[in-house]
């Protein structure tokens, strides 16, 4: 969707509000495609803050699908989006050092679907954990450690006593 601002760059004292529904049904990123399994409307707030230029507030909830990098469990990313942005008319010839890169202005409109999605970008988790003390799997069998524990020793031996064991072992095979 594309929200025109013209009234908000020119009226002095102009604040504006917007709630607005994203049309977007996923986020694709390097880091893979995670479907968006609900989204609650943006809400923005416009306001004029000098010639020219405005400030973009807002928030909004979203939650996407995605997998824990532990256990590999499907597992739900929820972000909790708050911005502050500045952005020009393009009548603004001079770079603004107070504006934001504003790829997803198109003139005097602004993309809501291209603001979103760097807003997701930039709030992306580091790392997605279905729990913050997911156990993760074992590295021997597989199990999943958060629904049992499958006992396997995963005591990770000194290197040299490994190689004695794998001599004994060979001997016991003969
Ligand atoms: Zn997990
Ligand atoms: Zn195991």
Redesign the pocket.
């Not at 532990?70 to 469990?73: A, D, G, I, N, Q």
């Given at each position: 969707m594309l929200l025109n601002l013209s009234d908000v760059f020119t009226s002095e004292g102009k604040v504006r509000q917007e709630s607005v529904s994203l049309e977007m049904t996923s986020f694709e990123s390097r880091l893979g495609s995670f479907s968006i399994t609900c989204k609650q409307p943006v809400e923005f707030t416009f306001t004029n803050i000098g010639v020219q230029k405005a400030r973009v507030e807002g928030s909004t909830e979203i939650k996407l699908s995605a997998v824990?990098d532990?256990?590999?469990?499907e597992?739900t990313v929820i972000l909790d989006l708050q911005f502050d942005r500045v952005v020009t008319s393009p009548e603004v010839e001079a770079e603004d050092e107070e504006a934001d890169d504003m790829t997803y202005m198109e003139g005097y409109q602004l993309n809501v679907e291209t603001f979103m999605y760097h807003e997701i970008l930039e709030n992306w988790p580091v790392k997605i954990?279905?729990?913050d003390d997911?156990k993760?799997v074992c590295l021997k069998c597989g199990q999943n450690l958060?629904v049992r524990d499958c006992g396997c020793d995963t005591f990770v031996p000194d290197p040299r006593m490994a190689a004695i064991k794998d001599i004994f072992c060979r001997d016991k095979e003969v």
């Open positions: 824990c532990r256990c590999m469990e597992t954990l279905c729990k997911c993760g958060n």
